[in-house]
């Protein structure tokens, strides 16, 4: 479902919906290349409590340093720096509000 809003959304846009993987297996689910930068986005279907930030998207960040990185998920709503990344947690539905 997630999969599907996002290419909707990159569909007519000038941007494009990439996934990433490094060699020691670390992954992000999506990244969305805006043209302007990278957007990493980690799903996670649970009920996250307080905002985590995984291993992966710590390499992501380590190595890209996005403005921003999303973390979809089904009802946390919070936001936290991290190394001067915006890591936005969000709930699904709040894709169907946000650009790129």
Do not use: C
């Not at 990159?10 to 996934?19: D, E, K, P, R, V």
């Not at 297996?25 to 990244?31: G, K, P, R």
């Not at 340093?65 to 699904?92: D, H, I, Y």
């Amino acid at each position: 479902m997630i999969y599907q809003l996002l290419a909707e959304k990159t569909q007519n846009a000038s941007a494009s919906l990439h996934y990433w993987r490094t060699q020691n297996q670390a992954e992000v689910d999506f990244v969305i290349d805006t043209g302007h930068g990278l957007l990493p986005i980690e799903v996670k279907s649970g009920f996250l409590k307080s905002p985590q930030i995984e291993r992966s998207m710590h390499s992501f960040i380590d190595q890209y340093q996005p403005k921003e990185a999303w973390v979809v998920n089904r009802t946390l709503s919070e936001s936290v720096k991290m190394k001067g990344t915006t890591v936005r947690f969000m709930p699904w539905f709040k894709l169907l509000e946000n650009n790129f």
